[in-house]
């Protein structure tokens, strides 16, 4: 927004209120919400790791673009709040998911490769899909900024998935399941941290 708004004289929207962005937004919560009810099932099927962490990041995802929505045309100081949330979210999840790999490594149950190549496959179209979508909002403000990472994280998120099984299938163990949910949580980690430090600045220069 221009330094030279104040007291609300600004009638233009922010550019995040573009009607094509709202409607993006929508199409990414609808398929991370119907994508986390797939990789739900099928990680607690399949046994991967892998596969529930990424349920997971996709109802955080879907979450947070019914938050973006939310504040699209609000002023910045509260959609770069919401992108403090979204990015203690991030960093959440991947807590969250280094618990996970820490359980899994006591277990050591390997987890059944072809449920996790398929259900990947079908997590990378809809990452890739969305993406490619959100592809000319990415360098935004932090709240559009959080989104593109999420969707980002998530397209590479799936490729992992991809290769665990694959090395699942291939060795007959469970590491490499376990060593893909640790990439994720890194992922979800750095992305946090990128994301929590632009909406603080943006917060102070506001």
């Not at 990947?120 to 403000?141: M, Q």
């Not at 900024?145 to 291939?170: E, I, K, M, P, Y």
């Not at 490499?176 to 640790?182: I, K, Q, R, S, T």
């Amino acid at each position: 927004m221009s330094a030279h708004c104040h007291g609300g004289c600004c009638s233009s929207p922010p550019p995040s209120a573009d009607p094509r962005y709202r409607r993006i937004l929508w199409i990414a919560l609808l398929v991370n919400a119907a994508m986390f009810v797939v990789e739900l099932g099928a990680g607690v099927q399949s046994g991967s790791a892998a596969l529930l962490a990424d349920a997971i990041d996709f109802a955080g995802d879907a979450a947070n673009y019914g938050v973006s929505l939310w504040v699209l045309a609000m002023a910045t100081a509260w959609r770069a709040r919401a992108a403090l949330l979204k990015g203690a979210s991030m960093l959440a999840f991947g807590v969250f998911v280094i618990a996970r790999v820490t359980w899994g490594a006591l277990q050591g149950v390997p987890p059944e490769p072809v449920t996790m190549g398929a259900i990947g496959l079908l997590a990378l179209a809809a990452n890739l899909g969305v993406a490619v979508l959100l592809y000319a909002w990415r360098e935004g403000d932090a709240n559009m900024r959080s989104v593109w990472l999420c969707t980002r994280n998530d397209a590479l998120g799936n490729l992992a998935v991809l290769a665990a099984a694959l090395g699942v299938f291939g060795t007959g163990a469970a590491w490499p399941d376990l060593a893909v949910a640790a990439i994720m949580a890194s992922l979800a980690i750095s992305g946090g941290i990128s994301v929590i430090r632009q909406a603080l600045g943006e917060l102070r220069a506001g």
